[in-house]
């Protein structure tokens, strides 16, 4: 099962209007990263998040690390069409080797004109 | 090419019979990982190879599933006598270094839709 409750579920929205998704877990994680997947593709990744408390921006996207190191978030700012699909939070654990990913269940995007 | 390749896209199989997928990673990438992907769920991990050695088989679901990458490049997760509760993605990842603390990206492939009748 998934070790990571992402929420929300899913989320329809206006075309620049500003999106937030989260990330909880009752364990601590080393990493967290934030992907994207498309329809018949694989997750492709668009944040990676290394330190507690960090804070990083790719273009319109802004993630954090939280300071616990159990929880984080993404945010995307004025959204545009190209921005649906299903967003997967992802991370590793201080108790996994080899660097194998914990996910969660997705939250997917819908963005109306 | 320069990305994860995976073969075949889809795969239709009758209950019973045996599957083989496979996943081509970029070049000269140590680190191999197999993850299967229920409809709507996140991926979830079967299974990690450094090079040809298999050095984490936890995820998989059962000794009907296995893996192997001989030469350290191609790898393949074979299931035997499928089951329905096998339907899923397949999703393959590689990446470049090895080590047992590596935070460095995992590139995924498109993955194999299997389904099982």
């Known amino acids: 099962g998934q070790q990571l409750n992402q929420s929300p579920q899913s989320m329809f929205i206006q075309e620049g209007e500003d999106v937030s998704m989260n990330c909880t877990s009752s364990?601590?994680?080393?990493?967290w990263l934030w992907y994207k997947q498309d329809p018949g593709e694989g997750p492709v990744l668009l944040i990676a998040?290394?330190?507690?408390?960090e804070l990083t921006s790719n273009g319109r996207l802004t993630a954090q690390f939280g300071i616990t190191r159990k929880d984080s978030f993404l945010n995307i700012s004025a959204s545009i069409p190209s921005d649906v699909g299903i967003y997967f939070c992802?991370?590793?654990?201080?108790?996994?080797?080899?660097?194998?990913?914990?996910f969660g269940a997705g939250t997917q995007v819908v963005v109306t004109p | 090419g320069a990305g994860v390749s995976q073969s075949p896209r889809y795969k239709v199989a009758k209950r019973g019979q045996d599957v083989a997928l496979r996943c081509d990673p970029i070049?000269?990438?140590?680190?191999l990982f197999w993850y299967q992907q229920a409809l709507g769920q996140g991926p979830e991990f079967l299974t990690y190879?450094?090079?040809?050695?298999?050095?984490?088989k936890s995820g998989l679901p059962s000794d009907r599933f296995f893996a192997e990458r001989p030469e350290g490049s191609v790898s393949t997760l074979k299931i035997q006598r499928t089951q329905q509760e096998d339907s899923a993605v397949y999703l393959c990842?590689?990446?470049?270094?090895?080590?047992?603390?590596?935070?460095?990206?995992?590139?995924f492939g498109p993955g194999t839709r299997l389904t099982v009748l």
């Open positions: 070049s000269g990438h140590v680190s």
């Open positions: 190879f450094q090079n040809e050695a298999q050095l984490d």
């Open positions: 990842a590689s990446r470049l270094i090895g080590t047992r603390i590596s935070t460095d990206t995992q590139y």
């Open positions: 364990s601590i994680f080393n990493t």
């Open positions: 992802a991370g590793t654990m201080t108790t996994d080797s080899w660097g194998k990913l914990q």
């Open positions: 998040l290394y330190k507690a408390g």
